[in-house]
């Protein structure tokens, strides 16, 4: 059973400090507001890296979250967390073998800590309104959008908010279609 108002706590307080670190979330918040919506409703998907997913991951379980599954990548992996009425939470963390040699996760990690969220994702109707809408409002992003005009799922990350010197933070922009769950386009 999930337990509600500490789980909001943790979200929330994680949520401002993600809000107060990244401009792009918080002119989509601002829009949000205006429009009467708030930014916690669109909120897709919540995402921290760290040095060890089960340990950073224990405190969202023991509030309710479940493992829902493991993702690979070349230098990296994560562990997808899931409860009902809550965001997804993405934890991801280098391989420690020699794979993850090559991963920047333990250097942003050693840098922000596992304590932030490295991006959220927000969910949208029409991901090109999005952008031109944002765009319109100086946020700028990096690369273009990730899946086919039409399918399960498109994405598109906002460029880095910079902190030190070094890239802290991205705002995901993701369209959905009929039910995808997943994190990359099929």
């Known amino acids: ?12 307080g994680m949520l401002t400090d993600y809000l107060a670190k990244n401009r792009a979330a918080r002119v989509l918040r ?7 919506v708030g930014f916690r409703p669109v909120v897709d998907h919540l995402t921290i890296r760290t040095l060890d997913i089960d340990q950073r991951a224990d405190e969202f379980v023991r509030l ?3 493992f829902s599954e493991t993702l690979n990548y070349e230098d990296w992996f994560a562990k997808v967390y899931r409860t009902t009425g809550y965001p997804a939470l993405f934890v991801d963390q280098a391989y420690r073998d020699d794979r993850g040699k090559t991963s920047i996760i333990p250097g942003w990690v050693k840098k922000f800590g596992h ?4 991006h959220i994702a927000v969910r949208v109707e029409d991901i090109e309104q999005a952008i031109r809408q944002l765009k319109a409002r100086g946020v700028t992003f990096a ?6 005009r039409g399918g399960e799922l498109r994405q598109i990350f906002t460029a880095p908010e910079i902190v030190d010197g070094q890239p802290f933070s991205v705002l995901e922009l993701t369209e959905r279609h009929r039910g995808y769950q997943g994190f990359s386009p099929p």
């Open 1 to 12: 059973m999930v337990r509600g108002a500490e789980l909001d706590a943790v979200i929330e």
């Open 30 to 36: 601002d829009a949000l507001d205006e429009a009467g």
């Open 64 to 66: 309710g979250y479940g």
């Open 115 to 118: 304590d932030v969220f490295h």
């Open 143 to 148: 690369g273009e959008v990730v899946g086919a």
